[in-house]
């Protein structure tokens, strides 16, 4: 059974940084590709970043590339997030599922950790 657990949300001011991280077994990072999603009020769940079973990154979304950047080691997967800004405001969830060409398809999921950036 995979089981994925988020930490790390919380409220920050615009330009701030958060790191959102989740824990996972060493298995499930070796089986599975690994990711973040968000959804925002009102809107469809959306990519974020992606990391292969081999620890190489898929994709960025475009709306983070050059802002956020993923991570593991061999207990967490990792979200740093700099710069953030209000439009970044959602609930992220960590995924466990398959790539699908440059980004992945997620099949397990976390229980979501919310990401408040005011302005």
């Known amino acids: 059974q995979v089981q994925l657990v988020e930490s790390g949300g919380g409220l920050v001011q615009a330009g701030g940084s958060l790191r959102l991280s989740c824990s996972a077994s060493?298995?499930?990072?070796?089986?599975?590709?690994m990711g973040w999603f968000r959804q925002a009020p009102g809107k469809e769940r959306e990519f974020v970043a992606g990391m292969s079973g081999g620890g190489f990154v898929l994709n960025y979304a475009d709306s983070v590339k050059g802002r956020f950047a993923i991570s593991r080691d061999n207990v967490f997967l990792y979200l740093q997030m700099n710069s953030l800004k209000p439009e970044d405001t959602a609930a992220y969830y960590c995924?466990?599922?398959?790539?699908?060409?440059?980004?992945?398809?997620?099949?397990?999921w976390g229980q979501g950790t919310q990401v408040t950036v005011s302005s």
């Open positions: 060493r298995r499930t990072f070796s089986s599975y590709a």
């Open positions: 995924a466990a599922g398959f790539i699908a060409g440059a980004t992945m398809r997620g099949t397990y």
